[in-house]
């Protein structure tokens, strides 16, 4: 055909496009992890039953002091601690953190769609890095909200009544951050936890049992020197440590950060060795 001629004849050579490099294919990967995120709506109705239930907890909690305050005795109103008292949600609201950052990955899995993103990406620690750092930045930004407006909520509550705190009190605002954070790792922790197991329930069961169920177990046996080495370094245990008042044989905020995030980082190196040697 002429045309066909032609333009095989007077054809060039495609032009090559930009090159692929390192920072393009991060950005590539960080869209396509960010909009699969954005359609998992099991990741908002967790988010917002984790948002739902500390404030509501908050405020129940809090409502109750003030409505008792006056009964209480000199002893109980000496040990009050109004930001403690309105906190009190993040000895529970972390389990929902870490089922957020598990069902990052643990549908994928569940539906197979996991396969795809790897075939599309093979670099399979590229997408976890993207997965953890858009996690890390929602997670974050989620428990900010949370912290910040349960603290309002309950403080409002036991104001007129009770002994209340305000973000300029002392103290408040790094029980607040403390407790930003702890969410934070937690959401990270089940993030790699997912990876390792690949399983909702599983990963959810395992935060269950390491967040609740052992440190209850663990809390009455004899505080000798296994139980000072072993026990405060336990993820709740410091998460706890982060956001409430300083608590005998506990370890102090600071370090508690740093050892929380060697967690968080142990357990990723373990979620990275387990997509270099398992299928997908």
């Known amino acids: 055909m002429p045309g066909t001629s032609k333009r095989i004849s007077n054809g060039s050579p495609p032009v090559p496009g930009p090159p692929v490099t390192a920072l393009r294919r991060g950005r590539a990967v960080l869209t396509s992890e960010w909009i699969k995120m954005g359609s998992l709506r099991s990741l908002r ?6 948002l739902v239930f500390s404030v509501l907890l908050a405020f129940l909690v809090c409502t109750g002091f003030h409505s008792r305050w006056h009964s209480l005795g000199p002893e109980t109103r000496a040990a009050f601690r109004p930001v403690d008292t309105s906190l009190g949600f993040l000895q529970l609201t972390p389990l929902l953190f870490g089922a957020l950052g598990a069902l990052v990955v643990t549908g994928e899995y569940g539906t197979g769609q996991i396969r795809g993103t790897f075939a599309a990406t093979p670099q399979r620690p590229l997408v976890l890095a993207a997965k953890a750092v858009l996690l890390g930045a929602v997670g974050l930004a989620l428990a900010l909200i949370t912290v910040g407006f349960a603290f309002l909520v309950g403080q409002g509550q036991l104001a007129g009544t009770a002994p209340h705190a305000s ?17 934070t790792l937690t959401a990270l922790f089940g993030l790699f936890l997912g990876v390792v197991v690949r399983s909702t329930a599983v990963a959810v069961s395992t935060l269950f ?44 905020a600071t370090p508690a950060g740093f050892a929380l995030a060697g967690w968080v980082v142990l357990l990723a190196a373990g979620a990275l060795a387990s997509l270099r040697v398992r299928d997908a």
């Open 209 to 252: 049992g390491l967040f609740l169920v052992l440190p209850v177990l663990v809390d009455n046996l004899p505080k000798g020197a296994a139980w000072r080495h072993t026990v405060p370094w336990l993820p709740s245990n410091l998460g706890y440590s982060l956001w409430h008042s300083p608590a005998p044989l506990l370890v102090r």
């Open 45 to 50: 109705a967790t988010a917002l039953t984790g």
């Open 167 to 183: 973000l300029g009190s002392s103290g408040a605002a790094g029980a607040l951050l403390g407790g930003a954070l702890y969410l």
